[in-house]
């Protein structure tokens, strides 16, 4: 009986859980008329890619169409993830394996950086976009999204560096490799799945933010995919058959970025917790 109680709990959160995302695919299958109706139904009667059709042929704003909207938030999140991982590492690695000054207060600065609300953070970070010339332009967003998810990926790389045993390391430098090879051939793999799951709170970060992109982008030519959504509420009326055809498609590059890594991911949310 406990197990059923279990697992009957277990699939009413999936189940509450899944739904709003099932609503969001029904609604956009759906026509307009099936949208407003009295009697909304939770499965299209009359299925139609029309609202897809709409936003993917349109252009939202003169001149640019939600394709442009989505390679800039492709090019954004991808750049935000390599980068991110690598600085991530290669502190990480400093961090968990040498001693040096002040490291102790490293990493508790790492903690403290985390508590700071983002919206502190919009007005001294917009002078300081401003007084490098970076502003309405895309790399702005890689390097502020770079600031924010770095913290966190260097203090989880950490652990996984940590749990590797240095015997690994001296055995292949008394084999003749090199710190670079050491790195590459011996630590790198062994801290992948670490990565991994660094790399998805860095993707959907760089993917979902909102506030920055508003407020460092003024080109629309440059917008991301956030900023575009908004372009979808009116001031009198919201068309909710694009809207949520759009949240479809914004939503997709998550989920398959979670799936092409999610066997991974199991083990690096493990691998480490526990050091040795």
Do not use: C
């Amino acid at each position: 009986m406990k197990k059923v109680a279990l697992n009957g709990a277990g699939l009413l959160v999936a189940l509450f859980a899944a739904f709003p995302v099932y609503w969001m695919i029904s609604t956009s299958l759906k026509p307009s008329n099936e949208i407003f109706s009295s009697t909304p139904q939770p499965v299209p009667t009359h299925p139609t890619l029309a609202h897809y059709r709409e936003i993917l042929t349109g252009n939202l704003i003169p001149g640019v169409s939600f394709l442009d909207f989505f390679l800039n938030s492709a090019l954004v999140a991808v750049s935000t993830v390599v980068l991110s991982g690598l600085v991530a590492l290669l502190a990480a690695t400093a961090v968990a394996r040498f001693r040096f000054k002040l490291r102790t207060s490293f990493l508790i600065m790492l903690l403290v950086v985390q508590m700071i609300p983002l919206e502190a953070l919009v007005i001294p970070l917009f002078l300081m976009i401003q007084r490098l010339g970076l502003y309405n332009t895309l790399p702005s967003l890689i390097l502020t999204y770079l600031g924010f998810s770095l913290p966190f990926a260097v203090w989880m790389l950490r652990g996984f560096v940590a749990a590797v045993p240095k015997e690994l390391e001296e055995a292949a430098a008394i084999d003749g490799a090199s710190r670079a090879q050491t790195f590459r051939r011996v630590l790198f793999p062994l801290v992948a799945p670490g990565l991994v799951a660094t790399s998805i709170f860095s993707f959907i970060t760089a993917w979902n933010e909102l506030i920055f992109a508003l407020t460092f982008i003024n080109d629309q030519g440059s917008y991301t995919l956030p900023v575009a959504m908004t372009f979808f509420f009116g001031r009198d009326d919201t068309n909710w058959g694009p809207v949520m055809a759009a949240s479809t498609l914004f939503t997709l590059p998550v989920i398959i970025f979670f799936l092409l890594v999610q066997r991974r991911m199991v083990s690096g949310l493990v691998a480490g917790a526990v050091k040795g």
